[in-house]
Protein backbone atom coordinates (compact mmCIF):
# COMPACT_ATOMS: atom_id res chain seq x y z
CA UNK A 1 0.00 0.00 0.00
CA UNK A 2 3.04 2.03 0.94
CA UNK A 3 4.35 1.85 -2.42
CA UNK A 4 1.37 2.71 -4.42
CA UNK A 5 0.88 5.41 -2.22
CA UNK A 6 4.38 6.47 -3.16
CA UNK A 7 3.60 5.94 -6.61
CA UNK A 8 1.13 8.23 -6.87
CA UNK A 9 2.53 11.01 -4.58
CA UNK A 10 5.43 10.71 -7.10
CA UNK A 11 3.53 11.18 -10.14
CA UNK A 12 2.14 14.35 -8.46
CA UNK A 13 5.36 15.72 -7.70
CA UNK A 14 6.24 15.22 -11.34
CA UNK A 15 3.87 17.14 -12.72
CA UNK A 16 3.86 19.97 -10.59
CA UNK A 17 7.91 20.13 -11.21
CA UNK A 18 7.87 22.95 -13.25
CA UNK A 19 5.45 25.44 -10.59
CA UNK A 20 8.03 23.98 -7.88
CA UNK A 21 10.87 25.39 -10.25
CA UNK A 22 9.50 28.82 -10.57
CA UNK A 23 9.19 28.83 -6.42
CA UNK A 24 12.65 27.53 -6.38
CA UNK A 25 14.07 24.08 -4.74
CA UNK A 26 16.38 26.01 -2.39
CA UNK A 27 13.29 27.63 -0.93
CA UNK A 28 11.48 24.79 -1.00
CA UNK A 29 13.84 22.69 0.62
CA UNK A 30 13.14 23.30 4.70
CA UNK A 31 9.70 22.48 4.64
CA UNK A 32 9.53 19.77 2.28
CA UNK A 33 12.63 18.02 4.47
CA UNK A 34 10.00 19.29 7.44
CA UNK A 35 7.12 16.99 6.01
CA UNK A 36 9.35 13.98 5.04
CA UNK A 37 10.93 13.91 8.39
CA UNK A 38 7.51 13.84 9.93
CA UNK A 39 5.70 11.60 7.36
CA UNK A 40 8.55 8.93 6.93
CA UNK A 41 10.03 9.30 10.26
CA UNK A 42 6.97 7.70 11.26
CA UNK A 43 6.00 5.27 8.42
CA UNK A 44 9.69 4.22 8.08
CA UNK A 45 11.48 4.96 10.28
CA UNK A 46 13.63 7.46 8.46
CA UNK A 47 16.35 8.97 9.50
CA UNK A 48 16.61 11.93 6.38
CA UNK A 49 19.41 10.84 4.62
CA UNK A 50 18.42 13.35 1.58
CA UNK A 51 18.77 10.20 -0.33
CA UNK A 52 16.29 8.03 -0.32
CA UNK A 53 16.80 4.22 -1.24
CA UNK A 54 13.92 2.43 0.78
CA UNK A 55 12.08 1.19 -2.73
CA UNK A 56 15.45 -0.65 -3.41
CA UNK A 57 15.24 -1.85 0.00
CA UNK A 58 11.89 -3.38 1.03
CA UNK A 59 11.12 -0.18 2.94
CA UNK A 60 14.03 -0.85 5.28
CA UNK A 61 15.95 2.54 6.06
CA UNK A 62 19.64 1.53 5.79
CA UNK A 63 20.24 4.61 7.64
CA UNK A 64 19.21 2.48 11.00
CA UNK A 65 22.31 0.36 10.72
CA UNK A 66 24.90 1.40 13.24
CA UNK A 67 27.83 0.78 10.36
CA UNK A 68 25.43 2.69 7.80
CA UNK A 69 25.73 0.19 5.42
CA UNK A 70 24.49 0.36 2.20
CA UNK A 71 24.53 -2.00 0.30
CA UNK A 72 24.05 -5.29 2.17
CA UNK A 73 24.59 -6.42 5.67
CA UNK A 74 28.78 -6.41 7.14
CA UNK A 75 28.75 -9.72 7.84
CA UNK A 76 28.42 -9.91 11.15
CA UNK A 77 24.54 -10.27 11.63
CA UNK A 78 23.79 -12.66 14.67
CA UNK A 79 22.37 -15.94 13.38
CA UNK A 80 18.79 -15.20 14.59
CA UNK A 81 19.06 -12.02 12.67
CA UNK A 82 19.32 -9.58 15.28
CA UNK A 83 22.18 -6.45 14.88
CA UNK A 84 25.95 -7.31 15.70
CA UNK A 85 26.12 -3.93 16.95
CA UNK A 86 23.07 -3.79 18.88
CA UNK A 87 21.80 -7.43 19.74
CA UNK A 88 18.10 -5.54 20.71
CA UNK A 89 17.51 -4.20 17.50
CA UNK A 90 16.99 -6.70 14.10
CA UNK A 91 19.39 -6.20 11.29
CA UNK A 92 17.60 -3.68 8.92
CA UNK A 93 19.37 -5.75 5.82
CA UNK A 94 17.77 -8.99 7.28
CA UNK A 95 14.26 -6.10 7.14
CA UNK A 96 15.31 -5.26 3.99
CA UNK A 97 15.32 -8.52 2.47
CA UNK A 98 12.42 -9.80 3.90
CA UNK A 99 10.53 -6.59 2.59
CA UNK A 100 11.61 -6.85 -0.77
CA UNK A 101 10.51 -10.57 -1.14
CA UNK A 102 7.51 -9.23 -0.19
CA UNK A 103 7.30 -6.23 -2.28
CA UNK A 104 8.71 -7.88 -5.40
CA UNK A 105 8.30 -11.39 -6.12
CA UNK A 106 10.25 -11.96 -8.93
CA UNK A 107 12.70 -8.40 -8.96
CA UNK A 108 15.13 -7.92 -6.67
CA UNK A 109 15.99 -4.37 -6.78
CA UNK A 110 17.99 -4.72 -3.59
CA UNK A 111 20.54 -6.29 -5.93
CA UNK A 112 21.14 -2.80 -7.63
CA UNK A 113 24.30 -1.08 -6.25
CA UNK A 114 23.91 2.06 -4.51
CA UNK A 115 26.18 4.93 -3.75
CA UNK A 116 27.70 5.90 -0.94
CA UNK A 117 25.88 8.33 1.35
CA UNK A 118 26.51 12.01 0.30
CA UNK A 119 26.72 13.82 3.26
CA UNK A 120 26.01 17.02 2.15
CA UNK A 121 22.39 15.86 1.36
CA UNK A 122 21.96 15.09 5.43
CA UNK A 123 18.82 16.69 6.34
CA UNK A 124 17.20 17.70 2.99
CA UNK A 125 14.77 16.70 1.08
CA UNK A 126 15.16 13.52 -0.72
CA UNK A 127 11.99 14.09 -2.74
CA UNK A 128 12.92 17.16 -4.24
CA UNK A 129 16.63 15.15 -4.78
CA UNK A 130 14.90 12.83 -6.65
CA UNK A 131 13.23 15.39 -8.77
CA UNK A 132 15.96 16.77 -9.62
CA UNK A 133 17.75 13.92 -11.02
CA UNK A 134 14.36 12.76 -12.69
CA UNK A 135 14.63 16.08 -14.88
CA UNK A 136 18.86 15.93 -15.20
CA UNK A 137 18.35 12.24 -16.54
CA UNK A 138 15.05 13.34 -19.10
CA UNK A 139 17.24 17.07 -20.55
CA UNK A 140 20.39 14.27 -20.88
CA UNK A 141 17.77 11.78 -23.06
CA UNK A 142 16.51 15.05 -24.91
CA UNK A 143 19.93 16.26 -25.11
CA UNK A 144 21.14 12.71 -26.76
CA UNK A 145 18.41 13.14 -29.34
CA UNK A 146 19.19 16.36 -30.78
S1 LIG B 1 24.36 -6.43 11.62
FE1 LIG B 1 23.12 -5.34 10.10
S2 LIG B 1 22.33 -3.52 11.16
FE2 LIG B 1 24.03 -4.33 12.40
S3 LIG B 1 25.84 -3.24 11.72
FE3 LIG B 1 25.75 -5.11 10.50
S4 LIG B 1 24.59 -4.53 8.66
FE4 LIG B 1 24.24 -2.92 10.16
Known sequence: MLEKLYS????????????????????LDRPFAGVEK?????????????????GYTGLSCPMNCPKKMRNGPCGGVRPDGRCEVDPEMDCVWVQA????????????????????????????????????????????LNDDAV
Not at 38 to 54: H, M, P
Not at 118 to 136: F, I, T, V
Open 8 to 27: RFEWLLVKADPVLQKIGYEK
Open 97 to 140: WEGNKRLHANNYPIQIVQPPVDNRLLGHSAWLHELQKKRQTISG
Open 38 to 54: VTKGFLLDSQSCGQCIV
